[in-house]
């Protein structure tokens, strides 16, 4: 059912290629590859890695919560107590909290890596850019402020955000062959006209592109195995990742109108890019570039799709279709209907 979805959504070219997982934090219930890497390339397959775009913020927002366990941070930081040149900034009174709710005030999809080509100059614009609204006003979606949840671990924890997202997350989880980029064996994202090639390997987020690739809003690349495995992890509580207290907290809704958890969506009904067939309680993240991993706790069960919608452009919105149609299939799928290991087309 769900590899039929997909091998259509190819035939319509809303991507070259598609990998999904579903399943519970027992077993798999359905799974698959199919595709191409890129339109007219070779097959993808088990071992391609895919660029996760924002599926990267809860990963880097599981990092943030392990700290806080840790008490190396607090959830109630402001900014300057980790970031010292916010202190003089209307920033100041941002918290951690706020950053990983998507309500302190920072602005969303903002293409700062048109005016701005190095990192220093980013991240001095976000800075001094002056707030939109106030911190706590309302929902807004940043990856701004994923960007700086980056910066606040790696100065809070005094190391590099890939070595933490190693120790806290893809260690303890088994995620062997996740990480940020670049990476082999990519699935192609974008013909891009401002690198002047198919991207395949390298972030496609320009912002990530400036910043050196790892980055707390995007970057990471990971095969199905990896997403999936993730997924069962989720489903049976979190456990060897966080405390069952931690991560209640962290998938609870903490906003009013759009809800958000710390670094996870809820369901939005209507709204929800996944549809409104998963239960209440669901939360998970999708990626710019055709990815998603979705969480029903109360059936333990996790949702994952992976494809390339931004090859060759990502002018099609095509992909919002599918996504709700692939979870309004996968949510009546029965222990009894497993696929084979993966199928390919």
Request: glycine share 12%; with cysteine.
């Given at each position: 059912?769900?590899?039929?979805?997909?091998?259509?959504?190819?035939?319509?070219r809303?991507?070259?290629?598609?990998?999904?997982?579903?399943?519970?934090?027992?077993?798999?219930?359905?799974?698959?590859?199919?595709?191409?890497?890129?339109?007219?390339?070779?097959p993808?397959?088990?071992?391609?890695?895919?660029?996760?775009?924002?599926?990267?913020?809860?990963?880097?927002a599981?990092?943030?919560?392990?700290l806080?366990?840790?008490?190396?941070?607090?959830?109630?930081?402001?900014?300057?107590?980790?970031?010292?040149?916010?202190?003089?900034?209307?920033?100041?009174?941002?918290?951690?909290?706020?950053?990983?709710?998507?309500?302190?005030g920072?602005?969303?999809?903002?293409?700062?890596?048109?005016?701005?080509?190095?990192?220093?100059?980013?991240?001095?614009?976000?800075?001094?850019?002056?707030?939109?609204?106030?911190?706590?006003?309302?929902?807004e979606?940043?990856?701004?402020g994923?960007?700086?949840?980056?910066?606040?671990?790696?100065?809070?924890?005094?190391?590099?955000?890939?070595?933490?997202?190693?120790?806290?997350?893809?260690?303890?989880?088994?995620?062997?062959d996740?990480?940020?980029?670049?990476?082999?064996?990519?699935?192609?994202?974008?013909?891009?006209?401002?690198?002047?090639?198919?991207?395949?390997?390298?972030?496609?987020?320009?912002?990530?592109v400036?910043?050196?690739?790892?980055?707390?809003?995007?970057?990471?690349?990971a095969p199905l195995a990896?997403?999936?495995?993730?997924?069962?992890?989720?489903?049976?509580?979190?456990?060897?990742?966080?405390?069952?207290?931690?991560h209640?907290?962290?998938?609870?809704?903490?906003?009013?109108?759009?809800?958000?958890?710390?670094?996870?969506?809820?369901?939005?009904?209507?709204?929800?890019p996944?549809?409104?067939?998963?239960?209440?309680?669901?939360?998970?993240?999708?990626?710019?570039?055709?990815?998603?991993?979705?969480?029903?706790?109360?059936?333990?069960?996790?949702?994952?799709?992976?494809?390339?919608?931004?090859?060759?452009?990502?002018?099609?919105?095509?992909?919002?279709?599918?996504?709700?149609?692939f979870?309004?299939?996968?949510?009546?799928?029965?222990?009894?209907?497993?696929?084979?290991?993966?199928?390919?087309?």
């Amino acid at each position: 059912m769900l590899a039929e979805l997909l091998a259509r959504a190819r035939e319509e070219r809303v991507f070259s290629a598609a990998a999904w997982s579903v399943g519970t934090a027992d077993g798999v219930l359905s799974r698959g590859v199919l595709g191409t890497r890129w339109w007219d390339g070779p097959p993808a397959g088990e071992t391609n890695r895919w660029d996760l775009a924002s599926v990267t913020k809860p990963v880097v927002a599981i990092v943030v919560a392990a700290l806080a366990e840790r008490g190396t941070l607090s959830l109630d930081d402001p900014l300057p107590r980790h970031l010292p040149s916010y202190a003089d900034t209307d920033k100041a009174p941002i918290t951690v909290r706020q950053l990983l709710t998507h309500t302190s005030g920072l602005p969303g999809g903002t293409p700062l890596w048109r005016t701005h080509g190095t990192p220093e100059s980013l991240l001095e614009a976000i800075r001094t850019t002056p707030l939109p609204v106030a911190p706590g006003s309302r929902v807004e979606y940043s990856s701004q402020g994923f960007i700086l949840l980056g910066l606040i671990a790696s100065a809070a924890a005094g190391r590099p955000l890939d070595d933490l997202v190693a120790e806290y997350v893809t260690t303890p989880a088994g995620l062997r062959d996740t990480g940020f980029g670049p990476v082999r064996d990519a699935v192609a994202t974008e013909d891009c006209g401002w690198r002047g090639h198919v991207v395949t390997g390298q972030v496609h987020d320009e912002n990530a592109v400036v910043l050196g690739g790892i980055c707390g809003h995007a970057g990471l690349f990971a095969p199905l195995a990896d997403v999936e495995r993730l997924g069962r992890v989720l489903a049976g509580g979190a456990a060897p990742l966080l405390k069952p207290a931690t991560h209640a907290e962290m998938t609870a809704n903490h906003t009013t109108g759009l809800r958000r958890g710390l670094g996870w969506q809820g369901l939005d009904v209507p709204g929800s890019p996944v549809g409104v067939a998963l239960e209440p309680d669901s939360y998970g993240h999708t990626g710019y570039t055709g990815t998603s991993l979705w969480v029903e706790p109360g059936r333990r069960r996790y949702y994952v799709l992976l494809t390339n919608r931004v090859h060759p452009s990502r002018t099609s919105n095509a992909i919002t279709e599918v996504r709700r149609r692939f979870h309004d299939a996968a949510v009546r799928l029965r222990a009894s209907s497993s696929s084979g290991p993966h199928s390919r087309g």
